[in-house]
């Protein structure tokens, strides 16, 4: 199975925990990023990055909101939408077929 197909919460919480948290946080899947204080603006560009070294994704400037980017829940939903083709992997919506 290939390693971007796998379930990704585990990656993103120990990407989180190792470059966020340092042990002093127990996070929950739908604890807010930003709320919480754990990511900046910085910290969203850092995770950003991570996505496309770890799942080979793209995150378009539009899709750089908190309904994708916010939780461990959103991120994993947002990644899975991106991996299954229901979101195109470079962030660019496809254009509707010809009639």
Same mark, same amino acid.
């Given at each position: 199975?290939?390693? %971007?197909? *796998?379930?990704?919460?585990?990656?993103?919480? =120990? &990407? *989180?925990?190792?470059?966020?948290?340092? #042990?002093?946080?127990? $996070? %929950?899947? =739908?604890? !807010? +990023?930003?709320?919480? #204080?754990? *990511?900046? !603006?910085?910290?969203?560009?850092? $995770?950003? !990055? &991570?996505?496309?070294?770890? +799942? #080979?994704?793209?995150?378009?400037?539009?899709?750089?909101?908190?309904?994708?980017?916010?939780?461990?829940? %959103? $991120?994993? /939903? &947002? *990644? =899975?939408? %991106? $991996?299954? #083709? !229901?979101?195109? /992997?470079?962030?660019?919506?496809?254009?509707?077929? /010809?009639?």
């Amino acid at each position: 199975m290939d390693q %971007k197909t *796998l379930d990704p919460l585990p990656r993103i919480r =120990n &990407f *989180l925990e190792e470059n966020f948290l340092f #042990g002093q946080y127990i $996070l %929950k899947d =739908n604890d !807010s +990023f930003l709320e919480s #204080g754990i *990511l900046d !603006s910085t910290g969203v560009l850092q $995770l950003i !990055s &991570f996505l496309g070294d770890s +799942f #080979g994704v793209t995150v378009a400037d539009e899709e750089m909101i908190p309904d994708n980017l916010d939780s461990i829940e %959103k $991120l994993a /939903a &947002f *990644l =899975n939408r %991106k $991996l299954s #083709g !229901s979101v195109p /992997a470079d962030g660019h919506p496809r254009p509707e077929p /010809a009639k």
